[in-house]
């Protein structure tokens, strides 16, 4: 009987410590879980004379279509079609994406995968670009908890408890840890709610 008891104390307690956040994490700012709002902060390692992000959308204003743009420069000509594909699928249909849109020495580049957006990152600089790397791997911030919103940065890694849908509506918590000179992302999990 005794035993049991002891039992019944740990358990709880042993799942009660794995949902815990360390008090030298700081809360991931509200803003920052809506990825429209990181992209001002990407800081490529490469020089471009302009970028921008675009959405692909089904609306004749182009103006529309721009998400974030970087300083434009006086000439600039566009010699290729935009991509037919793109990261961050925001509907049901296959026509609904974002990717970048670069010029670089006079010539347009186009980044239009996960893998892309996570090369045109590059060096892991901030928090916001460390979200959107975590987003290309299916990673959100979930502000509504701590669990699913907290961050600490040092030298070598951005570390942040962030979630993941799972099976509908349920959520999984993970530790992500990015590297930030290679942007190589491990992630434990640390339990659903």
Do not use: H
């Amino acid at each position: 009987m005794k035993i049991i008891l002891i039992i019944s104390f740990l358990i709880p307690g042993l799942f009660l410590s794995q949902k815990t956040v360390s008090e030298d994490y700081k809360k991931i700012p509200e803003i920052l879980d809506s990825t429209a709002f990181l992209y001002p902060f990407i800081k490529p390692d490469t020089k471009y004379q302009y970028w921008s992000v675009l959405r692909n959308i089904e609306d004749p204003d182009p103006d529309k279509s721009i998400i974030y743009e970087s300083q434009m420069p006086d000439f600039m000509t566009l010699n290729d079609p935009a991509p037919e594909r793109g990261f961050f699928q925001q509907c049901s249909t296959s026509d609904c994406f974002s990717y970048i849109l670069a010029c670089k020495n006079g010539k347009t580049e186009y980044f239009n995968n996960e893998q892309q957006l996570r090369n045109f990152i590059g060096f892991v600089d901030n928090l916001p670009e460390a979200i959107l790397i975590a987003e290309t791997y299916g990673f959100k911030v979930d502000t509504s908890n701590r669990l699913g919103s907290s961050y600490k940065i040092d030298d070598q890694y951005i570390s942040m408890y962030i979630s993941k849908l799972k099976n509908g509506n349920q959520k999984e918590f993970f530790l992500v840890k990015i590297n930030r000179k290679s942007g190589k992302l491990e992630a434990k999990s640390n339990g659903s709610y």
